[in-house]
């Protein structure tokens, strides 16, 4: 069972890791957008 939580904490680890790297995304486009229609 300890085998089983060790991959479901790296599986939640990455998950986290993707999210937060969109989460950047979508602001750093969100300000792209806003930097372009003040242009």
């Known amino acids: 069972m ?3 939580d060790e991959i479901a904490d ?3 680890a990455d998950f986290a ?3 937060a ?3 950047k995304a ?3 486009s ?3 957008i806003r ?3 003040n242009a």
């Open 21 to 23: 790297a969109r989460d």
């Open 30 to 32: 969100r300000t792209l």
């Open 17 to 19: 890791a993707k999210n």
């Open 10 to 12: 790296r599986i939640r």
């Open 2 to 4: 300890k085998n089983l």
């Open 26 to 28: 979508l602001e750093r």
């Open 35 to 37: 930097h372009c229609a």
